[in-house]
């Protein structure tokens, strides 16, 4: 409850289907396999691509669809074998061992997208297309009508999200 605990404006992560009323999507997400340029992988085309990487994980029992396990199997790669797996519990260590070249991680490409535009991360390519996760980031006011300067925040969140204080995708 934002009223209850004086916050004026709250981001939250979750499906669609559990959004609160009201809520503004800012934007979704997709992941994706990216990696170091230095590692130079280009493209991931089966199971046996796998065989001398080491995949970069992440052990969050909550957030399944950024495990490789559930990727490989969706792909149709399920019997793939790396070389070694690095397991994290948070996303941003995972991201950094990316950065320093440690291995191949699944992209938040919404999240990661600086890193990927200035080429510090390379999206890596597969045969599958980015799978979109499900969930999404929502903005959510405390209040219906708030104050001035809680307008101005809340459009500038939805202008650096590349959306307009007026565009849709409220939940209702």
Not at 25 to 39: K, M, Q
Not at 71 to 93: E, I, K
Request: net charge negative.
């Amino acid at each position: 409850d934002l009223r209850s605990e004086g916050i004026d404006l709250a981001i939250r992560y979750t499906p669609p289907a559990l959004a609160p009323a009201g809520a503004l999507r800012l934007f979704g997400e997709t992941v994706a396999p990216v990696a170091h340029p230095s590692l130079g992988l280009d493209a991931l085309d089966g199971a046996a691509a796998f065989a001398g990487l080491c995949l970069l994980d992440f052990d969050d029992p909550q957030h399944p669809w950024l495990q490789w396990r559930g990727w490989l199997a969706s792909a149709g790669w399920a019997d793939a074998r790396p070389q070694a797996a690095l397991h994290f519990n948070q996303y941003d260590q995972l991201i950094q061992a990316a950065l320093a070249g440690q291995g191949v991680a699944l992209g938040r490409l919404e999240l990661i997208g600086p890193l990927l535009a200035d080429g510090r991360l390379v999206r890596v390519a597969t045969p599958a297309p980015a799978q979109p996760s499900g969930h999404a980031y929502w903005l959510v006011q405390a209040d219906g009508a708030p104050r001035e300067e809680v307008r101005q925040v809340a459009a500038w969140l939805l202008d650096e999200a590349g959306r307009s204080s007026e565009a849709g995708s409220a939940v209702a």
